[in-house]
C-alpha cells in the first residue's frame, strides 16, 4: 500500500525537505534547459517518437506528471470518447479554455508535483491538474462548485449522500491502481449520469460545501468491494433497527402506612449458583454465536485481491466544527453511507481538497486511515500547495449556516474592504483561487424525482435487495422495495417491505411476511375512517386481524380494534365516559330460516361484553363502575366498581335480568336475582327503588352496548370493503404545486393564455368606424367639407333615433301581446280537478312574469335611450375628421 511516509522521514519536517529540495530543482531545472538548447534543432525538424514543444511557449512537463495526466496538455480523445462536441449540450467558455489566472495556477501545481516527486520518489504522482470533459486541463480544487439547491432535503448530508448515489452509475477506474486522466464537472456528472468514485465526490463536495458543510474530497486507497460500489456482503442498513430506549421505572409516591415486605427466605449461596449457572449458559451461548459468526465471515471472506492497497478510490471527508457536525467522519459518494475514519475499508490518504486549497498527506498509512489526523491545517502531518489560505472558521456557515460560493465572495469583498492589502498579498504569494469554472448546480423538481438513471435503481445487499422507483413512475405509488431473504443466495424469501408515496389512500408503507403470512398496512392521518396500522392474514371479514386508529381524529375516540373469528376487543382513550375497552365474545353463526336479504342472519350471535372504564376522581369509589359485564347467554349482568384506597377489597353488584312484562315494562327483581358486596359494611344499603333505577338503567346500557358491538362489525367489513377497492384502484393524488402533472390546473393555464391571446388580438384589431356607411354614400371623398360634416352628422343621428325608436316599438308590441296573453289566461278555463287549477295557475304566473320582465324592459330602454343619443352626439362633435369642421366660423 501507498500513501503517507515512512518513519526515517519523521524527523525533518515537510516545510524544510522542500526549501532544502529548491536547489537541487533549480540544477535540474538548468541542465533540462541546456539538453533542450542542444536539441533544439533536432526538435524542431519532429524526428519520430518526440513530443514537440508546447504552444503557449511553456516548457513540457515531467514524463511522469504526463502519465498521471498532469502533463503539457491533454492527449487527444479516443475514438469513443466523449468530449464538448459529444457532450450533447452547450458549455460555458470556461470549459473549452483558462483564464491567465489558470494558467498562472498551473505553472505553480506543476512546480508542487516536481518538488513533491523529488521529496517521495516512491509515491505516485498527485491529482492536481486533470484534463475536464473538454480536454482543457484545470486545477481540481476549482473544480468544485459549492452550490445551494433550494430544496431541504438537499440541504443535510443524509439527502445529498443519498441523492449522488442514486444519482450515478458508478464507472470502476481502468486501470483500478491509477489516476483517472480525466475529471468532469458535477454539472456534466448530473447530465451524463455516470460517475466514477473521483467525479461523484466532487458533486457530493460541492453540495456538501453550499449546505454549509467542512467537506474535503480524499484520495487515497480503499478494499475492491468499496472500489467497486460492490454492496452484496454488506449488512443492509434499512435493518439495522434502532435501540429502543430504556424504560423509566416509575416511581411510587412513598406509603407512610405500606406492609412491610415479607422476609427473603431464599439461600443466598443457591442464589449465586443460579447465576454461576446462567453466566456459563450467557457464556455458551455467546460462543457457539461468535463461532457462527466466525462460520459465515469466513465464508462471507472475498477471495484474496492482488490489487489490496492499491486500488485508487475517492471519498469525502466532513469536518466537525459546522452544522451541528462534532466529530470528522468519512462519506462514501457510490453507496451514500457514513464511516468513521478509522473504518477498515479505506486504507490510505494521498491528498485532500476543497474549492480553496490542496493537502499532501505526509503522516504515516501503513496502518490504513488510523491515527491519522485530519486536521488539514497542521503543518506537521498535511502539506498545502497555497500555506497562505486562512482556513474558513468564521461567517455565517460556520455558525449554523450555509456554504455558497457567492456568499462566501459577499464575504471576501467585506474582509477586502476592511484589508485593502490583504488580497494583493494573496495574489503576490499565489495563494488565492480563481472561481470555479463550474457553473451553479441547477436542479429542477423532475430532476430531483427522477434522480436515478431510467427512474429505477436496484442494490444488492447481503441477504436483502433494495429497489428505488421515481414518484409516479409505477401505478400504485410504489416508490421502494425492500426484499428480505434468509439465505446468501437471495433464494428463500422472508419478508418484503414496501413503501408509498402520493397514495389517495394515504398508504405510506406495507409489510409482508412471507412466512406467518401477515400483511401490516400503514397509513398516514387524512383518511375518513382514522385508520393507522393494519394487520391481517385474510381480507375477508370474520378473520383474526388487528387495526390501529388515531383517535384524536375520532369522535369514539377508538385508539385499536382486534379482531378473531369468535372474538373482538376494543380500546379508547380520552371519551368523556372514561371508558378504555370493550371485549366482546361472539358464538358461531347459526343460520335461521327467513328471508334470504334478512340482516341477522349475517351476525354472529353476542354472548358476553366486557366494558372497562378509567377512575373518575369527582365520584367516590364504591359507585364508580371499573367494569360492566353483560352474560348475554346466562341473561345476567355485573358492576364491579373501583377499589378505595383504604379498602383491600371492591364492591360488586350482581343482576339476574328479569322478564318483561306484555307492555314492554321491567319487573322489580326479586331476592334471588340481585346480589351485592360492600366493600364499606359501614355505607347503607340501596333500596328496592335505586336497585331497580339502576336494572333499568343496566339494561339501557346493554342494549345501547349490543348497538355498538354490531357497529363495530359492521365498519371492519365496510373497512375491508373499501381497502379493495382502494388496492383494486390505486389511485394517486397529485399536489397542487405540481403543475406538470396537475392537469386540472394545468388546464386552467392553458385557458388563460388562451383568453389572454384572444384579448390582445381583440385590441390589435381596428375598431369598427361608425361613419363608415355615411362617407360611402357620399362616395368616401378624400377631403371632407362643411357641408359634408354637417349632413355626416346629422344622418348619423337620424340613424341612432330611428333604431331607438324602433326598438322602443318593438318593446311596447311585445308588452300588449304579452298583455293580451295574460288576459286570455285568466279567463279560459282548464281541465276540472286540482291539477287542473294548479296548471292553470303555473300558466298565469308564466305570463305575468313575461308581462314584467318586457315591461322592465321597455321602462329601462326609454330611461337609457336619451344618454345613448347625446354620447353619440358627443363622439361626433369629437371625431377628429368632424370637429374642426362643425365649429362654428
Sequence with gaps: MEGGVGPGEEARSP??????????????????????????????????????????????????????????????????????????????????????????????????????????????????????ECGVQKFVCTTLRPTLVPYLELQHWQGSASFVSDCVVPTPLEPPTALPSRLASPVTVLRRKRANSLEASSLLCSLLLGAGYDAYCVCGYADRPTCLADESRADCPLLREPEPPEPAEPRRPPNKYAVRRARDLRSHHEERLEERRQAEEGAARERRRREEEAGAAERDRPSLDPLHGLRVHCWVLVRPGRRGVAEAFFVEPLSGRAFSTADGRFLGVESVWNHRNYWVNVQDCRHGCQGVSFHVHDALGWEAVFPGV???TAGSAAHGGYGDEEEEEEEEDKEEEADPERRQKEERAGSTLPPSWVGRIQLSPHDLEMRCPGGKRTVQFRRARLEKLAPFLQRDGLISRLSVFRDDECTQ????????????????????????????????????????????????????????????????????????????????????????????????????????GAHDSHCRPILKVTEDFDRDPSRPADED???????????????????????????????????????????????????????????????????????????????????????????????????????????????????????????????????????????????????APFLARLGDPEELTRRHAERLRSECLDDVKRQLTAQANAMQERLEKEVEELQQQEGARGPGGRAGEEERNAACEEAAFRVLVTEQRLHRHKATAPHVYAEMERRLQSDPRLSALLQDP
Design 15 to 132: 516545510r524544510t525537505r522542500l526549501l532544502a529540495a529548491e536547489e537541487e530543482e533549480k540544477e535540474a531545472e538548468e541542465e533540462e534547459e541546456a539538453e533542450e538548447e542542444e536539441e533544439a534543432t533536432s526538435r524542431a525538424a519532429g524526428p519520430e517518437g518526440e513530443a514537440p514543444a508546447c504552444g503557449d511557449g511553456r516548457k513540457p512537463r515531467p514524463a511522469a506528471a504526463r502519465e498521471a495526466g498532469f502533463g503539457a496538455g491533454p492527449p487527444a480523445p479516443p475514438a469513443g470518447e466523449w468530449d464538448s462536441a459529444g457532450a450533447g449540450w452547450d458549455v460555458r467558455a470556461s470549459f473549452r479554455e483558462n483564464s491567465p489566472r489558470e494558467e498562472e495556477l498551473l505553472v505553480l501545481a506543476d512546480s508542487f508535483q516536481r518538488q513533491y516527486s523529488l521529496l517521495y520518489p516512491d509515491r505516485r504522482p498527485l491529482l492536481l491538474c486533470p484534463a475536464n
Design 390 to 392: 486562512r482556513p474558513r
Design 493 to 596: 424469501l422472508v419478508e418484503v417491505r414496501e413503501t408509498y408515496g402520493h397514495r389517495k389512500d394515504r398508504l405510506e408503507r406495507k409489510l409482508l411476511n412471507k412466512e406467518s403470512g401477515l400483511v401490516t398496512e400503514h397509513f398516514a392521518p387524512g383518511r375518513a375512517d382514522c385508520l393507522k396500522e393494519h394487520t391481517f392474514a385474510s381480507p375477508v371479514p370474520e378473520t383474526e386481524r388487528r387495526a390501529e386508529f388515531y383517535s384524536a381524529a375520532r369522535v369514539d375516540g377508538l385508539r385499536s380494534r382486534r379482531e378473531t373469528a369468535l372474538e373482538l376487543w376494543e380500546e379508547f382513550e380520552g371519551r368523556g365516559d372514561r371508558l378504555r375497552a370493550r371485549h366482546a365474545q361472539l358464538g358461531p353463526r347459526v343460520k335461521r330460516a327467513g328471508p334470504a
Design 625 to 771: 363502575p371499573s367494569r360492566r359485564t353483560f352474560l348475554l347467554a346466562e341473561e345476567r349482568v355485573s358492576v364491579l366498581y373501583h377499589q378505595d384506597p383504604a379498602r383491600i377489597t371492591r364492591s360488586c353488584r350482581h343482576f339476574l335480568k328479569p322478564p318483561c312484562g306484555t307492555d314492554g315494562t321491567i319487573e322489580p327483581p326479586g331476592p334471588d336475582s340481585y346480589s351485592a358486596y360492600q366493600a364499606d359494611p359501614a355505607a347503607p344499603q340501596l333500596k328496592k327503588r335505586e336497585v331497580y333505577e339502576m336494572l333499568v338503567e343496566l339494561m339501557a346500557a346493554e342494549e345501547k352496548t349490543l348497538q355498538l358491538v354490531r357497529k363495530s362489525e359492521e365498519e371492519v367489513r365496510e373497512m375491508l370493503r373499501v381497502r379493495a377497492q382502494e388496492e383494486a384502484t390505486s389511485e394517486l393524488v397529485v399536489s397542487v404545486y405540481d403543475t406538470l402533472r396537475n392537469h386540472r390546473i394545468k388546464q386552467r393555464r392553458q385557458e388563460l393564455e388562451r383568453l389572454r391571446q384572444e384579448e390582445q388580438r381583440r385590441r390589435e384589431e381596428p375598431q369598427l368606424d361608425y361613419l
